[in-house]
């Protein structure tokens, strides 16, 4: 499986941004795709999960009633919109397949894209 996330860019705060991710390869075999974003200076975070083919979808409370994952199957395509943007937004952000069911291992990655809120 190939990811390749883009979308990203320079928003200004409560502005809104949509991000996508474009699987390839094997994408049948996709369990669950995430978006997670890494701050200058902090660690890695999980935002949000979607099931690929439920839909069932998962938030950090730090997202929640902000950002919406979804995904389209028939254009292997996964979004991230973004609203309600604020500073603490900003980073690279990056979305991750699993394969497997529970515990995802997300063992694919995009490349990540730059999101930067200004004030």
């Known amino acids: 499986v190939q990811l390749q996330a883009s979308g990203g860019g320079l928003v200004q705060a409560g502005g809104s941004l949509r991000l996508s991710c474009g699987a390839s390869?094997?994408?049948?075999?996709?369990?669950?795709m995430g978006w997670f974003r890494q701050a200058p200076g902090k660690e890695r975070e999980l935002i949000t999960t979607?099931?690929?083919?439920?839909?069932?979808?998962y938030y950090a409370d730090s997202v929640k009633g902000r950002f919406t994952i979804s995904r389209s199957n028939t254009k292997n395509t996964g979004y991230l919109q973004m609203s309600s943007l604020k500073v603490e937004d900003t980073a690279v952000y990056y979305c991750?397949?699993?394969?497997?069911?529970?515990?995802?291992?997300?063992?694919?990655w995009g490349q990540g894209t730059e999101v930067t809120v200004s004030s």
């Open positions: 991750a397949a699993s394969r497997s069911t529970p515990p995802y291992d997300f063992a694919y």
């Open positions: 390869g094997r994408t049948f075999s996709i369990f669950e």
């Open positions: 979607i099931n690929w083919r439920a839909g069932g979808t």
